[in-house]
Protein backbone atom coordinates (compact mmCIF):
# COMPACT_ATOMS: atom_id res chain seq x y z
CA UNK A 1 0.00 0.00 0.00
CA UNK A 2 1.30 3.25 -0.69
CA UNK A 3 2.31 5.86 1.79
CA UNK A 4 -0.82 7.60 0.68
CA UNK A 5 -3.44 4.86 1.83
CA UNK A 6 -1.50 4.05 4.56
CA UNK A 7 -1.91 8.13 5.65
CA UNK A 8 -5.70 7.88 4.48
CA UNK A 9 -6.90 4.88 6.80
CA UNK A 10 -4.26 6.23 9.59
CA UNK A 11 -6.59 9.26 9.17
CA UNK A 12 -9.81 7.64 9.18
CA UNK A 13 -8.63 5.42 12.07
CA UNK A 14 -7.83 8.76 14.04
CA UNK A 15 -10.91 10.24 13.16
CA UNK A 16 -12.76 7.17 14.24
CA UNK A 17 -10.95 6.80 17.31
CA UNK A 18 -11.82 10.26 18.20
CA UNK A 19 -15.42 10.00 17.62
CA UNK A 20 -15.76 6.98 19.63
CA UNK A 21 -13.81 8.91 22.74
CA UNK A 22 -16.22 12.19 21.82
CA UNK A 23 -18.68 9.98 22.08
CA UNK A 24 -18.02 7.76 25.25
CA UNK A 25 -16.88 11.27 26.82
CA UNK A 26 -20.35 12.54 25.65
CA UNK A 27 -22.59 9.71 27.65
CA UNK A 28 -20.62 9.73 30.58
CA UNK A 29 -20.87 13.43 30.87
CA UNK A 30 -24.60 13.08 30.18
CA UNK A 31 -24.89 9.83 32.83
CA UNK A 32 -22.66 12.02 35.08
CA UNK A 33 -24.60 15.35 34.56
CA UNK A 34 -27.84 13.52 35.11
CA UNK A 35 -27.32 11.71 37.69
CA UNK A 36 -26.06 15.15 39.86
CA UNK A 37 -28.90 16.54 38.60
CA UNK A 38 -31.66 13.57 39.87
CA UNK A 39 -28.83 13.38 43.27
CA UNK A 40 -30.09 17.60 43.34
CA UNK A 41 -33.77 16.61 42.51
CA UNK A 42 -33.64 13.91 45.29
CA UNK A 43 -32.04 16.44 47.70
CA UNK A 44 -34.63 19.10 46.57
CA UNK A 45 -37.73 16.87 47.32
CA UNK A 46 -36.29 15.77 50.50
CA UNK A 47 -36.06 19.46 51.64
CA UNK A 48 -39.98 20.06 50.04
CA UNK A 49 -41.01 16.58 51.92
CA UNK A 50 -39.08 18.16 54.82
CA UNK A 51 -41.16 21.68 54.67
CA UNK A 52 -44.29 20.39 53.94
CA UNK A 53 -44.12 18.24 56.96
CA UNK A 54 -43.43 21.09 59.06
CA UNK A 55 -45.38 23.12 57.45
CA UNK A 56 -48.64 20.38 58.73
CA UNK A 57 -47.15 20.44 61.88
CA UNK A 58 -47.16 24.29 62.42
CA UNK A 59 -50.87 24.31 60.65
CA UNK A 60 -51.39 21.79 63.64
CA UNK A 61 -50.02 23.56 66.15
CA UNK A 62 -51.80 26.38 64.87
CA UNK A 63 -55.31 24.98 64.96
CA UNK A 64 -54.38 23.46 68.13
CA UNK A 65 -53.51 27.46 69.18
CA UNK A 66 -56.71 28.37 67.72
CA UNK A 67 -58.68 25.87 69.64
CA UNK A 68 -57.02 27.66 72.87
CA UNK A 69 -57.92 31.14 71.91
CA UNK A 70 -61.30 30.08 70.63
CA UNK A 71 -61.89 27.92 74.99
CA UNK A 72 -59.94 31.05 76.02
CA UNK A 73 -62.45 33.63 74.46
CA UNK A 74 -65.07 31.54 75.97
CA UNK A 75 -64.13 31.92 79.10
CA UNK A 76 -63.68 35.33 79.05
CA UNK A 77 -67.12 36.03 77.89
CA UNK A 78 -68.33 33.86 81.11
CA UNK A 79 -66.14 35.96 83.17
CA UNK A 80 -66.92 39.31 81.23
CA UNK A 81 -71.19 38.03 82.29
CA UNK A 82 -70.40 37.50 85.57
CA UNK A 83 -68.38 40.85 85.94
CA UNK A 84 -71.09 42.21 84.43
CA UNK A 85 -74.00 40.80 86.66
CA UNK A 86 -71.46 42.08 89.68
CA UNK A 87 -71.46 45.73 88.23
CA UNK A 88 -75.35 45.43 87.96
CA UNK A 89 -75.57 44.14 91.57
CA UNK A 90 -72.35 46.61 93.17
CA UNK A 91 -74.69 49.30 91.32
CA UNK A 92 -77.94 48.16 92.95
CA UNK A 93 -76.49 47.72 96.37
CA UNK A 94 -75.01 51.23 95.75
CA UNK A 95 -78.36 52.76 94.97
CA UNK A 96 -79.89 51.17 98.04
CA UNK A 97 -76.85 52.83 99.80
CA UNK A 98 -77.79 55.89 98.96
CA UNK A 99 -81.38 55.58 100.19
CA UNK A 100 -80.39 54.23 103.26
CA UNK A 101 -78.07 57.38 103.50
CA UNK A 102 -80.69 59.31 102.94
CA UNK A 103 -83.08 57.87 105.08
CA UNK A 104 -79.86 58.08 108.13
CA UNK A 105 -79.57 61.91 106.99
CA UNK A 106 -83.80 62.67 107.29
CA UNK A 107 -83.72 60.61 110.77
CA UNK A 108 -80.96 62.25 112.08
CA UNK A 109 -82.17 65.72 111.81
CA UNK A 110 -85.40 64.27 112.99
CA UNK A 111 -83.15 62.92 116.35
CA UNK A 112 -82.00 66.58 116.42
CA UNK A 113 -85.06 68.21 116.68
CA UNK A 114 -86.21 65.67 119.07
CA UNK A 115 -83.09 66.45 120.86
CA UNK A 116 -84.12 69.96 120.77
CA UNK A 117 -87.48 69.99 121.94
CA UNK A 118 -86.26 67.40 125.02
CA UNK A 119 -83.89 69.92 125.80
CA UNK A 120 -86.86 72.74 125.43
CA UNK A 121 -89.04 70.39 127.40
CA UNK A 122 -86.67 69.46 130.14
CA UNK A 123 -86.03 73.41 130.31
CA UNK A 124 -89.30 73.99 130.72
CA UNK A 125 -89.51 71.36 133.09
CA UNK A 126 -87.01 72.73 135.27
CA UNK A 127 -87.91 76.54 135.19
CA UNK A 128 -91.52 75.00 136.33
CA UNK A 129 -89.76 73.40 138.87
CA UNK A 130 -87.77 76.42 140.17
CA UNK A 131 -91.48 78.04 139.86
CA UNK A 132 -92.96 75.55 142.26
CA UNK A 133 -89.80 75.35 144.09
CA UNK A 134 -90.14 79.26 145.15
CA UNK A 135 -94.04 78.94 145.40
CA UNK A 136 -93.63 75.81 147.79
CA UNK A 137 -90.91 77.93 149.84
CA UNK A 138 -93.10 81.35 149.79
CA UNK A 139 -96.23 79.42 150.91
CA UNK A 140 -93.89 77.41 153.64
CA UNK A 141 -92.45 80.77 154.79
CA UNK A 142 -95.84 82.21 154.50
CA UNK A 143 -97.23 79.46 157.08
Known sequence: MSNGYKNFYAFRLVAALMTLVMLFTSVSFHAYAARNFQAEIDAY????????????DQEKTADELQNDIT???EQVDVYQEK?????AEINEKN???????????????????????????NKQIDDTYEIIKERMRASYMAG
Open 45 to 56: EAKIKAANSKKS
Open 71 to 73: LLQ
Open 83 to 87: IDSLN
Open 95 to 121: AQIAQFESEITALENEINETNAKIDET
